[in-house]
């Protein structure tokens, strides 16, 4: 094992700078390839981390075990009412790590500036379409407007680069990748297009219906050049190319097809309080136990390197023994 004056370092070399915390299960959105129409069973309340949880936790993390980054994700996190205190007390850390938030935008024209004044650095925003009919059909609500509007609102509040997250699914908005990139370049948003993955909670996921890196690919090329991103790639999940030339980019996270897990650098914490080494991870490390039992800093920051030290060298999704995580993406965390 790691001795207690190292990072969250596993038996394949992999450091763990980048923190992603889940602060909710919950979401007000209903997207095809994440949850069912109805909804999920949410987390009951007292398993939720409290706000002051959730700090210590983060403190931990950045004193203790050198993360240096903090992403808040859901469900959506902007549904946690102390989003705001959150951010501001992670912000407060020395050293500060950076911050930054993954959202479908709902709420956004409203916390954008609270958020960027508490100290968050950036957004990433879910949106699959730029048709609002097309929204409705994927998310089951018609919020497009509230997104769009949200969109803006980081923008303007200077939470910048604004990223948009994309999934294209089969037969619905498979033809969108250029109009999507147009909107992007147009408005000065940084495109990702993400492999849909195993994670959704009804486990009607297949490779046939998925559409590939390979396949968003030949269809950005049909209407743009694109050349290879000659910056370091690094542990960013994302591949990422120039277009038309520069300087604006677009990603592809290829997570099924291309797979990056040799340089992973993420650790994830759950909403209630368990920590993940992997997105695919079908085991957990209990750490809300601990904060509840009264164990201290250290005793936390050593279950928390055990559970990293164990990590597998990859996800296994091709390995014909691969398990879907008993928990969707929802309640994973992103």
Same mark, same amino acid.
């Given at each position: 094992?790691?001795?207690?004056?190292?990072?969250?370092?596993?038996?394949?070399?992999?450091?763990?700078?980048?923190?992603?915390?889940?602060?909710?299960?919950?979401?007000?959105?209903?997207?095809?390839?994440?949850?069912?129409?109805?909804?999920?069973?949410?987390?009951?309340?007292?398993?939720?981390?409290?706000?002051?949880?959730?700090?210590?936790?983060?403190?931990?993390?950045?004193?203790?075990?050198?993360?240096?980054?903090?992403?808040?994700?859901?469900?959506?996190?902007?549904?946690?009412?102390?989003?705001?205190?959150?951010?501001?007390?992670?912000?407060?850390?020395?050293?500060?790590?950076?911050?930054?938030?993954?959202?479908?935008?709902?709420?956004?024209?409203?916390?954008?500036?609270?958020?960027?004044?508490?100290?968050?650095?950036?957004?990433?925003?879910?949106?699959?379409?730029?048709?609002?009919?097309?929204?409705?059909?994927?998310?089951?609500?018609?919020?497009?407007?509230?997104?769009?509007?949200?969109?803006?609102?980081?923008?303007?509040?200077?939470? &910048?680069?604004?990223?948009?997250?994309?999934? +294209? *699914? $089969? !037969?619905?908005? @498979? #033809? /969108?990748?250029? =109009?999507?990139?147009?909107?992007?370049?147009?408005?000065?948003?940084?495109?990702?297009?993400?492999?849909?993955?195993?994670?959704?909670?009804?486990?009607?996921?297949?490779?046939?219906?998925?559409?590939?890196?390979?396949?968003?690919?030949?269809?950005?090329?049909?209407?743009?050049?694109?050349?290879?991103?000659?910056?370091?790639?690094?542990?960013?999940?994302?591949?990422?190319?120039?277009?038309?030339?520069?300087?604006?980019?677009?990603?592809?996270?290829?997570?099924?097809?291309?797979?990056?897990?040799?340089?992973?650098?993420?650790?994830?914490?759950?909403?209630?309080?368990?920590?993940?080494?992997?997105?695919?991870? &079908?085991?957990?490390?209990?750490?809300?136990? +601990? *904060? $509840? !039992?009264?164990? @201290? #800093? /250290?005793?936390? =920051?050593?279950?928390?390197?055990?559970?990293?030290?164990?990590?597998?060298?990859?996800?296994?999704?091709?390995?014909?023994?691969?398990?879907?995580?008993?928990?969707?993406?929802?309640?994973?965390?992103?």
């Amino acid at each position: 094992m790691t001795s207690a004056n190292t990072g969250l370092i596993d038996r394949y070399g992999r450091r763990a700078v980048d923190l992603r915390v889940s602060l909710t299960d919950r979401c007000n959105l209903r997207c095809s390839y994440c949850m069912p129409p109805e909804g999920l069973p949410w987390l009951p309340k007292q398993e939720i981390l409290t706000d002051d949880e959730v700090l210590r936790l983060i403190t931990v993390a950045v004193t203790r075990l050198g993360v240096e980054e903090v992403r808040f994700t859901g469900g959506e996190p902007l549904l946690r009412p102390g989003i705001v205190g959150i951010v501001a007390g992670s912000a407060a850390l020395t050293p500060r790590p950076k911050l930054s938030v993954t959202t479908n935008g709902i709420g956004l024209a409203r916390l954008a500036v609270p958020l960027r004044d508490a100290g968050l650095d950036r957004v990433n925003v879910s949106l699959d379409t730029i048709d609002p009919e097309r929204f409705a059909a994927i998310a089951l609500r018609r919020r497009f407007d509230e997104v769009i509007d949200g969109l803006s609102a980081a923008a303007a509040a200077g939470l &910048t680069p604004v990223k948009l997250n994309t999934v +294209l *699914l $089969r !037969g619905i908005n @498979d #033809d /969108e990748a250029p =109009a999507l990139l147009r909107f992007a370049l147009a408005h000065g948003y940084e495109l990702r297009f993400i492999e849909q993955m195993p994670l959704d909670a009804q486990h009607g996921w297949s490779r046939e219906q998925m559409i590939s890196a390979a396949e968003i690919l030949a269809s950005l090329e049909a209407e743009f050049d694109l050349s290879p991103d000659p910056a370091e790639r690094a542990g960013a999940p994302a591949e990422t190319w120039l277009v038309n030339g520069g300087p604006a980019k677009v990603g592809v996270i290829g997570s099924v097809t291309r797979p990056f897990c040799g340089d992973c650098d993420r650790t994830r914490l759950t909403a209630d309080g368990q920590v993940r080494n992997c997105l695919f991870a &079908t085991g957990e490390t209990d750490l809300r136990g +601990l *904060l $509840r !039992g009264g164990a @201290d #800093d /250290e005793e936390i =920051a050593v279950r928390w390197r055990e559970a990293m030290w164990g990590k597998l060298p990859g996800h296994g999704i091709d390995d014909p023994s691969f398990l879907q995580p008993d928990r969707p993406m929802s309640a994973i965390g992103g």
